[in-house]
């Protein structure tokens, strides 16, 4: 089994920080991309940050020159630094992961119970 849990969610004012981690568990054979969503009250979910397991980053607009998204492979974990929060940032952050759990198997998606992210004052 592979587990993702989400961490570092909270209040936070606007413009103010935070810094998200998930850290995949389990049995993992390898993991490809991991990615970050995000889903506000009433929208559908999107995406907000790429990563794949070379370092290459991808974000959604919204997100550019304020988000980072980072991983460390030796520790299965990513993590999505949050600069000059606004209040259309307030969502539900889920994490995701594209593992492989053994060498022969194909590579599937894993997703965290996500965790909330709310900017106001």
């Known amino acids: 089994q592979v587990q993702l849990v989400e961490s570092g969610g909270g209040l936070v004012q606007p413009g103010g920080s935070l810094r998200l981690s998930c850290a995949a568990s389990g049995s993992i054979f390898s993991i490809d991309a991991m990615n970050w969503y995000r889903q506000a009250p009433g929208k559908e979910r999107e995406l907000v940050a790429a990563?794949?397991?070379?370092?290459?980053?991808n974000y959604a607009d919204s997100v550019k020159g304020r988000f980072t998204i980072s991983r460390d492979n030796a520790k299965n974990t990513v993590y999505l630094q949050m600069n000059s929060l606004k209040s259309e940032d307030t969502a539900v952050y889920y994490c995701n992961a594209k593992i492989r759990t053994t060498w022969y198997t194909k590579v599937m998606d894993y997703w965290g119970k996500g965790t909330l992210v709310t900017v106001s004052s």
């Open positions: 990563i794949t397991s070379g370092g290459s980053t």
